[in-house]
């Protein structure tokens, strides 16, 4: 994209402040980023990086400070002034619009295909192919946006960004819903590209930080707290700085001491959303005291069992039984009364009611129970004391437990659902990705609570695809694999070429 | 009884029957791909009805006389385009409940196109409107003929625009803006698209095809203007929509569906079948809701911000 517009020889960001009702996002932040140059942006959840770079891209309006692109003060009223500028977002949640094909999205926004009432589609498909040709980053351009995977999508994404010009990236979160082979892709292409574009690249996974960044730059609670070169600092460095003290991520060091079975699966056969058979004669086991790893690429059956488990899903064929009584095709109310607890996969459409307050979301599973309602009407002080009990207990940070809970960070999104489930005192718990997306100190914070319940006696089947958290974590890990599990092998002994060979479909010994 | 020539009778009336619901659906169409759903249809229509009625009811004698028709369609157009900016300042900018809010356009029109009738011209009294235009040599056509070729050339133009808003929808970029701004209003956002412009400009045209929808009521259909004579077709239209899956030839569909039992039940009564005419009479309604029950629910397709005001600032 070089020839095409002026160059971007720096990008500077002077004293931005930006509020919000209640929440004070960004506190005089400055950045600076050079020609060619990467700079990581990191920070934990609700440090404000988001919110910095959408003011960047003109979506926000900020409070205060100003935008200099080589050395002039800039006014983006909207995204279509960053463009001009050649500065591109890849926004952490997809901004793809699901009934569109992928030409269509690069289209919507490509104006100069824009020609009064024609839209000139084949200029935006000779730009697609053009710009997927250069970059090695094959799409579908026929298809909809809703017939692709997660990682296709992220690269419909970087595709649309860079059709529009860009040359000046902003990456935010970009790997945090890929699976770690699509991860491990993205950066070897990224690392390419690096080479004709400036870049701002937000992550949590510092590991990434480290292969990808020149410099660093760490928010904390809206402010700058520290700026560096990359390759000075360590991981655990920047980990520490990051979030105020050191952070080790805890292992599963408890005696194996085997429970009685808790939930068990037999020949489980469930249908996924296009009809074929998801899950196809699954056995499970997992016992109370233990923590069960799944390990497996997602897409092969996690999520059609989470939801069977839960109720949420129908059975075809096969029993699950939680403590010796049959929960199969039972609805969500009768599992959760037989003692069942559910961190789900999709946080803020399955975990929690965004438009509620955080102490609402906190009783959702309960507020039906004596505890919090006495002959229909609701207890309001024993809703508001639960609420303060928890943020204090889980470390939930919000301006008040009234906040809405969809206007939370990430990571205190999770804990909000975290506490509720674990408050509630469950026998068995499905923890599905409990840590995507979430900054250093909350997943040591989550893995802490895990490993405490677990110590406790409760049963967790814990369903990820970091292989390190799995590792971490797990008594025995078993590997699902196209609806089935492949093998069940004692934590101590798992590896991740094991593991790895396991996930891909490969049993021999 | 020849059966041919009941047929005949049927679809020669049913079609033009659907000419207003067709206009008014497409309208609706656009308001629901911005994401913005317009209750008020039905006032709209009426306020076009009544103001396409003025001018050939006052020019009547006049030097003017051969405009009063066109001038009327401009006035019906023209004011139900500000009625639908009204509803978009409403609900786009103020953010006021959509339901609510086309509830209450809905009587603002009703209400005020009678009450200026009574005011301005009192009883009821026919004008001379807007004639059939046959179609020289294709109305002449064994049974084809007096089905299709022989309305009035708003009911020509109503069935071009089946077409015409498919390919605006589709192969725009008005059209592209106006899915995305109704589906995923955030993603457009980032695109640097102005969500609220769009939404005010699909509004617009929905309120001024809702706008001609009533004046073809007034000035083709009826000939004269009463204050109930939309009698609902306005939710009608809002229903088909739903029933159309947001898409030109399935609005298409319903409204000839729906027009076509109104006109297989006014045959039964006129041809004094013995069967209870109130059952006949509600066919139509009946035919509707049990389609609109059994229709797929494939969000997929549909435009899923439909309702929901949009602000940048808001997480949720
Ligand atoms: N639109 C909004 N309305 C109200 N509060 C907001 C809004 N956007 C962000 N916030 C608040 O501002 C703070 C910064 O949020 P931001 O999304 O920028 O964090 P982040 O660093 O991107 O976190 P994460 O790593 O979870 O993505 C948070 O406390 C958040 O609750
Ligand atoms: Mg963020």
Redesign the pocket.
Known sequence: MGGEGARITSLGLEGIT?R???????DGVSLDVGEGEVLALV????????????ILMGL?RPDEGRILLNGVEQRFRSPSDAFAAGIGMVH?HFMLVPNLTVTENVALGMRSAHRGLRLDMKAVRRRIAEVSERHGLPVQAEAYVWQLSVGEQQRVELVKTLCLGARFLIL??PTSALTPQETDELIALLKHMTRELSVIF?S?KLHEVKALSDTVTI?RQ?RVVFRGRTADHSPADLAALMTGHEVVLPCNACADECGKPLLVARDLKVRGDRGHLALDGLELELRSGEILGLAGVSGNGQRELAEAINGLRRIESGSIELAGEAIANLGPEEVIAKGMGYIPEDRNTEGIVPSFSIKENLVLKDFGTPAFSRASFLRLGAIDGNAEALKERFDI???STK?AAG??????IQKVILARELARGPKALVAVYPTR???MGAEEYIHNQLLARRCEGVGILLISEELEEIMNLSDRIAVIYKGRVLAVIPGKDATKARLGMLMAGVVDE | MDLLATLQNILSIGVPFSVALLIAGLGEMFNQRAGVFNLGCEGIMAMGAFLAFLPPFFLKAGPWAAYGNLLGLAAAMGAGALLGLLFALVTVSFKAPQGIAGIGLQMLGWGAAGTLFRHFVGGVTGIEGIPTLPIPGLSKLPFLGPVLFNHSVIAYLAFLLVPASWWLLFKTPWGLKVRAVGTYPRAADTLGIDVRRIRYQALALGGAMAGLAGAYLSLCQAKMFADDMIAGRGFIAVALVYFGRWHPAGILFGALLFSLAQAFQLAVQVLGIKFPYEFAVMLPYVLVIVVLSLARKSRMLGPSALGKPFD????I
């Not at chain 1, 919000?20 to 960004?26: I, T």
């Not at chain 1, 206007?407 to 205190?412: D, E, K, T």
Request: charge should be neutral.
């Open positions: 930006k919000f009702p209640g929440v004070l996002a960004c920070g934990e959840n609700g440090a404000g990086k988001t919110t910095l770079m959408n926000y952490q935010d979160e937000i949590h928010l809206g940070r919000c301006p906040t206007s939370l960070s990430g990571g205190n997306g979430l900054d | 940048r600032e808001m997480r």
